[in-house]
């Protein structure tokens, strides 16, 4: 199975400066298709998680482009550019390149 | 907008089965997989497998055998069963799916979650 691994784990923020996460794979996320199948959830209080880049750096719909998702092989990054209030939340990681689907623990943002 | 909703029992007895089931409204969704994740404090997010339209199916083997899924030919309403239940099978349940799967039922992206049933094993 394909272990994720996230960090930091606790990520105190000041509104309107940058954030960024590490997130790293057991194992190449890279399919033969070229893409890497590497997503980023938000999970805010009281909801469940939304989707907010897939496939390493494709933003989802509706998502601002203060998110941006990079790397390759086993290392990823998500960056906010400038945080906002609304971006508090505890933000996955997840591998979909093989079964079992796996995440990361999760990095608890806040402001 | 397409919405999914999980309904079924929040309280289950030890060793019983779990059941829960996921239903498809306000629209359309082209896709062929559906998965079910959970989370409990421990463990975090959890996926637990997914089904296909056809009946295709994969599962976590965390789940060790415990789990089947089945899903409706109209393709609006998919079911989990997690037999065999402890306590630690407590946790929010969610059903999920993607706009896109390739050709090989990996999503690209989870774009539509259930708003979570909370399942107690007590």
């Known amino acids: 199975d394909i272990v994720m691994t996230q960090s930091p784990l606790s990520l105190p923020v000041t509104p309107g400066e940058p954030a960024s996460i590490s997130c790293r794979s057991s194992?190449?996320?890279?399919?033969?298709?070229?893409?890497?199948?590497l997503d980023w959830y938000l999970q805010k209080p009281g909801q469940s998680p939304h989707l907010l880049i897939y496939?390493?750096?494709n933003r989802a719909s509706g998502v601002p482009d203060r998110f941006s998702g990079s790397g390759s092989g086993t290392d990823f990054t998500l960056k906010i550019s400038r945080v906002e209030a609304e971006d508090v939340g505890i933000y996955y990681c997840m591998q979909a390149l093989q079964t079992p689907y796996s995440f990361g623990q999760g990095t608890k943002l806040e402001i | 907008q397409v919405q999914l909703q999980e309904s079924g029992p929040g309280l289950v007895k030890p060793s019983g089965t779990l059941s829960l089931t996921c239903a498809v409204s306000?629209?359309?969704?082209?896709?062929?997989?559906w998965s079910w994740v959970r989370q409990t404090p421990g463990k975090g997010l959890e996926w637990i497998g997914k089904?296909?339209?056809?009946?295709?199916?994969a599962y976590n083997p965390s789940l060790r055998g415990r789990v089947s899924f089945s899903v409706a030919e109209s393709n609006t309403q998919f079911s989990l069963k997690l037999s065999s239940v402890t306590a630690a099978d407590t946790a929010i349940y969610y059903c999920?799916?993607?706009?896109?799967?390739?050709?090989?039922?990996?999503?690209?992206?989870?774009?539509?979650w259930g708003q979570g049933a909370l399942v107690i094993v007590s």
């Open positions: 089904i296909s339209h056809s009946g295709d199916s």
């Open positions: 194992q190449s996320l890279l399919q033969s298709n070229g893409f890497h199948y």
């Open positions: 496939l390493g750096f």
């Open positions: 306000g629209g359309f969704i082209n896709t062929n997989w």
């Open positions: 999920a799916t993607s706009n896109y799967h390739d050709s090989s039922g990996h999503p690209w992206g989870f774009d539509h």
